[in-house]
């Protein structure tokens, strides 16, 4: 997909900082879009289908993390890459955020160059996994469907944050494969995006919480393997 074929939204309640995000990241030739809070953020994707939603995290009427899971909810949007903006860079801020379905984190004020950097990883990544086949890989009474973002228990379906459910297809694609948390960080999150030490640890106990696997196993001071 040519870069002129993405589609952006920028979501941010400061007139200023959507128009200056605009003009830099439309000149690259992406088709840009804007949204005042996340009301109108919704409507807007509903109509456009962007690829990537810049979504800044303090905001009236729904604040960011709350636009974001209300995003994932939408039909066929487990896919669309969803960056937060946001002048607080504690650990547990992150946190929330990718619990919430977001891939990524940028702390204001805002570097366009630096922006600009983050999205063109992110949808170089996306368009690798657009390639993929549309496999379902079965393992013990589970069945993970890698594209659908679907992951079954049976006949039960079970619904995971993004995030988590790319770092299960990970463990899943290598079974007994032991994943450091630096090769999760590269593989899940990519070398130039920065996230708290505590992120992993927190998703997989998330995984274990919410999908009954029992065999992730924690492999002290490396990583996780999915145990066969």
């Not at 000149?27 to 807007?44: D, I, R, S």
């Not at 995030?163 to 590269?186: D, G």
């Not at 274990?208 to 196993?217: A, F, Q, S």
């Amino acid at each position: 997909m040519k870069t002129s074929n993405y589609k952006i939204l920028i979501v941010d309640d400061e007139k200023d900082v959507r128009e200056i995000l605009k003009y830099n990241i439309s000149k690259e030739g992406y088709k840009v879009f804007t949204a005042g809070n996340g009301e109108e953020a919704l409507k807007v994707i509903k109509a456009k289908k962007p690829h990537l939603i810049i979504l800044d995290v303090m905001m009236p009427v729904m604040d960011g993390y709350q636009t974001c899971s209300e995003i994932r909810r939408l039909p066929k949007n487990n896919q669309t890459i969803i960056v937060f903006l946001s002048a607080r860079n504690e650990d547990y801020s992150q946190i929330i955020g990718f619990e919430a379905g977001g891939d990524d984190y940028v702390t204001k004020p805002v570097n366009p160059k630096v922006l600009l950097s983050r999205i063109k990883a992110l949808l170089k990544r996306r368009k690798k996994y657009e390639k993929e086949e549309n496999d379902i890989i079965t393992f013990g009474k589970y069945q993970l469907n890698k594209n659908e973002y679907i992951l079954y228990k049976g006949d039960e379906q079970i619904t995971l944050p993004k995030k988590q459910f790319e770092i299960l297809r990970l463990l899943v694609s290598e079974p007994n494969h032991v994943f450091s948390r630096e090769e999760i960080f590269e593989k899940i999150w990519g070398d130039d995006v920065i996230v708290g030490s505590r992120t992993i640890d927190v998703h997989i106990r998330k995984i274990r919480e919410i999908t009954g696997i029992g065999n992730i196993k924690t492999m002290k001071g490396i990583g996780y393997k999915l145990e066969v």
